[in-house]
């Protein structure tokens, strides 16, 4: 008899479980406060648990699906975890702490590769293989707490794959992350490259978290170039979908936007950006390209980096640059798990 996986339930399905195993409610909250509150990830570490109950819940349970096969620190203590998924699939997240602030971020994933085929994205080249479960969704914090005994604080919808074309489950464990393991939705940042009707079903949901959207250039005619989901949906309909989102929840976005040395990067390029979204309720977050073994592309230049923030911000837009967290390591989106997929 298949195992009752533990991680991604919630308490009524826990409370279930231990009562059609004649144990208690009080049991079941034990169980789960161990689960999600202390990320325990072995039942001997429950010490309130007697070992009649631990028995039975090794005999009929299991805490994960999901094995951590890698994990890379890098010197700027950004540390990146490699999954193994039942099925032999890789998937990765990334934790990252930001100078002076006690927050945590774990950037993880949502899909196995991704069938959105931007070209400058390590993710893209292993085309898409499968959406993953909530539970596939919600262990990869589990494992990070329960690798790190740190606290993440806060969630980016960021790894691989486009979280909108997983909608359901994205919705679900956004749901688990907040009642169970007690991060706010304001902590809680989803990015999506443009899904336009997934954009107008979040808009119509209210929703409290924050959406990134990968724009990553200024028009349509770079768009198509780099990201082929423009061909589908458009760059000025995008926009539009955008702001009827920041009107209808009363949400800023924010704008990511990777500058690519020599495709997206110039001043021209920069005071287009700031003409399309000057009206558009949001934020800028500039990424500065990070080269891999795969790409083509170049990162750009210092000046045009600093021109381009200057003109952005002289529009009146709050920028920021991203650093480029774990330089030293396979950190950007996609890199890890592409060498492990490809083998
Ligand atoms: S950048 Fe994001 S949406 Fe585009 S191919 Fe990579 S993972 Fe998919």
Not at 77 to 95: P, Q, R
Not at 174 to 202: D, H, M, W, Y
Not at 332 to 337: K, M, N, P, Y
Request: with cysteine; net charge positive; charged share 25%.
């Amino acid at each position: 008899m298949e195992k009752f996986l533990l991680i991604g339930k919630n308490l009524e399905d826990i409370e279930k479980f231990m009562i059609e195993n004649n144990q208690s409610k009080f049991r079941a909250k034990q169980l789960y406060n161990w689960l999600y509150l202390k990320s325990a990830d072995n039942f001997d570490k429950m010490s309130d648990l007697s070992v009649s109950v631990r028995e039975l819940l090794k005999e009929k349970t299991r805490i994960c699906s999901v094995v951590l096969k890698e994990k890379q620190v890098s010197k700027d203590s950004t540390m990146k975890f490699l999954f193994e998924l039942e099925d032999g699939n890789y998937v990765e997240a990334v934790l990252m702490r930001f100078d002076n602030r006690a927050n945590l971020t774990a950037c993880i994933s949502t899909q196995v590769g991704c069938p959105m085929g931007c070209s400058f994205c390590a993710t893209a080249k292993l085309g898409f293989k499968r959406n993953l479960t909530v539970s596939e969704i919600i262990q990869q914090i589990f494992l990070i707490q329960a690798n790190t005994g740190l606290k993440v604080t806060n969630i980016v919808y960021m790894g691989q794959g486009e979280p909108l074309l997983n909608f359901d489950n994205l919705i679900s464990s956004i749901k688990i992350f907040r009642e169970q393991f007690q991060i706010g939705a304001r902590r809680i940042t989803v990015s999506t490259c443009g899904i336009i009707p997934q954009i107008n079903k979040l808009a119509e949901m209210n929703f409290q978290s924050t959406l990134a959207i990968s724009l990553h250039a200024p028009d349509n005619d770079i768009r198509k170039k780099i990201m082929p989901v423009s061909k589908k949906y458009p760059f000025d309909e995008l926009i539009k979908a955008l702001k009827s989102y920041t009107q209808k929840t009363g949400r800023r976005v924010t704008v990511e936007y990777v500058l690519i040395g020599g495709i997206n990067d110039s001043l021209e390029d920069a005071k287009k950006l700031a003409f399309a979204i000057a009206k558009l309720k949001s934020n800028v977050n500039l990424i500065v390209y990070n080269t891999h073994e795969k790409s083509d592309y170049k990162k750009p230049s210092k000046e045009n980096i600093m021109k381009f923030k200057y003109i952005l911000e002289a529009s009146g837009k709050k920028v920021t640059i991203r650093l480029e967290r774990g330089a030293d390591i396979d950190a950007a989106c996609g890199q890890l798990s592409s060498k492990m997929n490809t083998k």
